[in-house]
C-alpha cells in the first residue's frame, strides 16, 4: 500500500504524511474547521475581521456614492476621494503585522492582544468621527483626513486580527484562518444591508459595533499564554504556545503500523527540501 511504498522511499513529501496519519484531506480540513468553530476565541475574532475587512469591502462598495451625496461632489470626485482607503492597503495593513511581530518580541502573544485590542478601538473611534463629518461641520477635507485614519487603522487591525491566529488553535490553524477569513464575508454582509437602510447611520453603527468587538478582546483566553491582563499559570509556555508540534500531533493520530516504526523529525523538515523546494519529512526508526 501507500505507506509501505513511502517507508520504503525513507522519504514523505508533507502532503503524504498528513495521508499517512489516517485521514483523507476532506476529512482532516473538516476536523480542522469544527475544532476551530468549536472555541469561542476564534468567533471574537472573526468579529473583529467582520468589522475591519468586512467594512473595508463596504466602502470599497458604497463610499463614492456616499461621498458624493454627503459633500456634494461628482461621482468622479467621490470615488476619487474614496480611493483613498484603498490605497492604505499599501502600508496600513503589513505595518499592523509588523508592529504586532515587533510588540511580541518584548511581550510575546499577550502583546499581539494589546496591539489588536488598541487598533480595533481606534479603527471604531475613527469612523465614530469620519460619520460625524458633515459638509457644514468640517468639510470634505475633515472628512478625507478622518477617511484617512479610518482607513489606515482598520488595515492595521486586519494585519494584528491574522497574527493572533496562528495562536489560538495551534492544531487547526487552517480551520481558524478560514473562519476569521469568513468574517470578512460576514461583516460585509451586515455592513451592505445597514448602508442600504440609511448612510450615515450606518457607519456610525458599524463603529460601535467595532469598538464593542473590541472590548472582548480582552477575554481571550489562550492556554500556556494567558489573556491581555493576565499570564498564563505556566509562564515557560508562554515564550512558544505554539510549540505542539506537526509530528507530535500526527504521531498520536498515525494508524497503529505506522506509528509504531515512524517518526515525523522536525530537524528533517527543516532542513530536507525537495528539488522544487517543497518540505520533505525523513521517517526515522524503521
Known sequence: DKGDVCKAEGNLTTEDAILASGGEPTTIAQKSLMLAASKWNCWILFFCYAFSFGVELVVNSNMPLYLSQAFTLTQA???????????????????????????????????????????TMAMGSCLLAFASC??????????????????????????????????????????????VGAGGTGGALIGNFMVSIGGRPAFCMLGWLAM???????VIWMPGVGSMFRAAENPELQAAP?????????????????????????????????????????LEGA
Not at 212 to 218: E, H, N, S, V
Open 242 to 282: 505554539h510549540t505542539e508540534s506537526v509530528e507530535q500531533k500526527h504521531e498520536v493520530e498515525m494508524v497503529p503500523e505506522i506509528a509504531g516504526s515512524a517518526r515525523l523529525s522536525r530537524k528533517s523538515v527543516d532542513e530536507d527540501r525537495s528539488s522544487n523546494g517543497s518540505f520533505v519529512v525523513n
Open 77 to 119: 470626485q467621490g470615488g476619487m476621494a474614496a480611493s483613498l482607503f484603498g490605497l492604505c492597503n499599501f502600508f496600513a495593513r503589513p505595518l499592523g503585522g509588523y508592529v504586532s511581530d515587533e510588540v511580541y518580541k518584548r511581550f510575546g502573544v499577550r502583546g499581539r492582544l494589546w496591539v489588536l485590542f488598541l487598533s
Open 134 to 179: 458633515t459638509q457644514g461641520t468640517s468639510g470634505i477635507g475633515g472628512a478625507l483626513v478622518a477617511l484617512f485614519f479610518w482607513a489606515t487603522l482598520t488595515n492595521m487591525t486586519e494585519g494584528a486580527c491574522f497574527a493572533v491566529v496562528p495562536f489560538v488553535e495551534p492544531s487547526a490553524i487552517g480551520g481558524v484562518a478560514g473562519l
Open 212 to 218: 464593542i468587538t473590541g472590548m472582548l478582546i480582552p
